[in-house]
Nanobody, 124 residues
Framework: QLQASGGGLVQPGGSLRLSCVGSRFTLDYYPIGWFRQAPGMGREGIGCISRGGGSTYYTDSVKGRFTISIDNANKTVYLQMNDLKPEDTAVYYC???????????????????WGQGTQVTVSS
């Protein structure tokens, strides 16, 4: 139901854009969150975009470097990642749940819909 893609290997300071396609989702109704999980670490919520894309929320770890945007026509949410650091290395996931709204509490819920992860490696 959700499919994340766009990961890869990038040097520190570089950029990547991840995509999350909700082929069966109407993004007017579903907020989309981005999460990541580094090796040996727990899953971390990093940002989300509200239903229809009217607002976004970012955690401090990525604020100012990452941007979430939406293409409603193609049912795709993007995570633009700039100024990447080695500590951004992780598997990145997108997730959604119609019951909850984007905001700082969004990442605490057990969300119903998850995409498969895409690996991002930041290394020289």
């Amino acid at each position: 139901q959700l499919q994340a893609s766009g990961g890869g290997l990038v040097q520190p300071g570089g950029s990547l854009r991840l995509s999350c396609v909700g082929s069966r989702f109407t993004l007017d109704y579903y907020p989309i969150g981005w999460f990541r999980q580094a090796p040996g670490m727990g899953r971390e919520g990093i940002g989300c975009i509200s239903r229809g894309g009217g607002s976004t929320y970012y955690t401090d770890s990525v604020k100012g470097r990452f941007t979430i945007s939406i293409d409603n026509a193609n049912k795709t949410v993007y995570l633009q990642m700039n100024d990447l650091k080695p500590e951004d290395t992780a598997v990145y996931y997108c997730a959604s749940d119609v019951r909850y709204s984007c905001g700082r509490f969004f990442f605490r819920y057990q969300l119903d819909h998850w995409g498969q992860g895409t690996q991002v490696t930041v290394s020289s």
